[in-house]
């Protein structure tokens, strides 16, 4: 070949190559951030600390937080008024051991009947400061915050941040919270970081990997996560906290558990048919489900991981008309079309990893090439995403890179949900067969 013409051949060649790495290959991540450090600062054994609110039933919410003092009443005073508590309910409470560590009392009081869309004024134990909250409206549109593999960096931070500056009902996380890994202090320091957002909001969770924390032999895995973090699996029929389910609005929002035992005849997958035979599309159109390990991925991070968990359980999910997947694990972020079965399929899921929240690993940042048909954005950038449910037959979704200002939409796209276009009806057969089998 010409010698003039292997520079413009060259450089041709590295522009596609270029281009095939990533939809946002113009964009030029910044370094890593520090994890962030808590000075000791001890405070009155009786003031409540790490409070965080979860949904707890229809017009129900469960107040958490933690006190040193063992003797501090797990009492809650509420009211639409600052200062003035009309109402009072008490609660439960445990607490745990672990090597050396001893927790604080863990308090767990559920509070309602409550009004929707309606902002309360409460307080813990009978003293401390006053929290405010916002319980979600009874009626769709409904937005959803999501975030998942958080730690506590400054990448973390900056999360968190972003996530202040929307307008958002409930935060869902599908799992890796702390980044604990057996240092039980960074579970204290991890409800610190995410009280002001966690005490004004319902946060929803399901476990990741790093929440196990097993040691064999001497400690059953998610100990900490299971006294700390206690989801409404009773009032969803579970009897594991590792799995459950929840409504808000017009929507139905399955936690699956991928670190449960989830073949076919385990009990999360008996609890899981059950909980889509209650469901009714007709009052909550949308069906949603998350868990942390992605089934959809072509990141070379964790590349195969849910497999297992796929094959067991996405015929099912399937045949449910599930319109949404979110899944953590994978430190980037990655939207699917439409799939199933490992095809692009105009009555599948759209899967979204969105494991990018700012943990201590860093990003997964290298990607396989070329891209399946299946895969329509991926990058490897911190964020957090939204889920705007605007009717029943309409959502927003947009994810929002932490680089940039909060208004900025670095991916978004409009979902038309199942109902809608006619897949759940269509299926309703294959359902009831999938629901019968013993």
Not at 202 to 216: A, D, F, L, R, Y
Not at 376 to 397: C, D, I, P, Q, Y
Not at 416 to 436: D, P, Q, Y
Request: hydrophobic share 35%; glycine share 8%.
């Amino acid at each position: 070949m010409e010698p003039n013409l292997m520079l413009p051949l060259t450089m041709a060649i590295l522009m596609i190559i270029a281009a095939a790495a990533t939809v946002t290959a113009d964009y030029i991540r910044p370094p890593p951030r520090k994890t962030l450090h808590f000075p000791w600062d001890p405070k009155p054994s009786s003031l409540p600390q790490q409070v965080h609110i979860s949904l707890a039933g229809d017009k129900h919410l469960r107040i958490s937080w933690i006190t040193g003092d063992k003797s501090s009443p797990s009492v809650v005073e509420y009211g639409t008024s600052p200062g003035s508590y009309s109402s009072r309910a008490e609660g439960e409470s445990t607490s745990y051991k672990y090597l050396l560590y001893s927790s604080g009392k863990i308090h767990h009081t559920v509070i309602g009947p409550l009004e929707h869309g309606t902002i309360y004024f409460y307080r813990c134990g009978g003293q401390g400061p006053e929290f405010q909250l916002k319980t979600p409206p009874s009626q769709l549109p409904v937005t959803f915050a999501v975030a998942g593999d958080m730690g506590q960096t400054g990448w973390t931070k900056s999360t968190l941040d972003h996530i202040d500056q929307c307008k958002y009902d409930v935060h869902m996380l599908p799992g890796d919270l702390a980044y604990a890994d057996y240092f039980q202090r960074r579970w204290d320091t991890f409800g610190e970081l995410v009280q002001p957002l966690a005490s004004g909001r319902p946060w929803m969770v399901t476990e990741g990997n790093h929440e196990k924390e097993n040691i064999p032999l001497f400690k059953d895995g998610f100990q900490s996560y299971n006294a700390r973090w206690k989801m409404p699996f009773e009032e969803s029929g579970s009897s594991s906290n590792l799995y459950y389910s929840f409504e808000v609005a017009g929507v139905h929002v399955i936690m699956l558990g991928s670190f449960a035992d989830y073949d076919e005849y385990s009990d999360q997958y008996s609890w899981l048919k059950a909980d889509l035979s209650k469901v009714d599309r007709n009052r909550t159109p949308w069906l949603l489900v998350l868990f942390h390990v992605p089934w959809y991925n072509t990141n070379y991070a964790h590349q195969g991981e849910g497999d297992r968990m796929m094959a067991a359980m996405e015929p099912l999910l399937y045949a449910a008309g599930v319109d949404i997947v979110l899944a953590g694990h994978v430190h980037a972020y990655e939207r699917s079309k439409r799939v199933y079965n490992g095809k692009s399929d105009p009555c599948g899921a759209v899967h979204i990893t969105i494991g990018d929240g700012g943990n201590k690993e860093g990003l997964a940042q290298k990607y396989k090439s070329p891209s399946p048909e299946w895969s329509v954005f991926r990058e490897a950038s911190f964020g957090h995403g939204e889920l705007k449910m605007m009717n029943s037959t309409h959502a927003f979704w947009s994810w929002h890179r932490n680089d940039d200002d909060e208004p900025v939409r670095s991916d978004q796209v409009w979902i038309t949900s199942l109902v809608s276009s006619g897949c759940v009806a269509e299926k309703s057969h294959e359902l009831r067969k999938i629901l019968m089998a013993p």
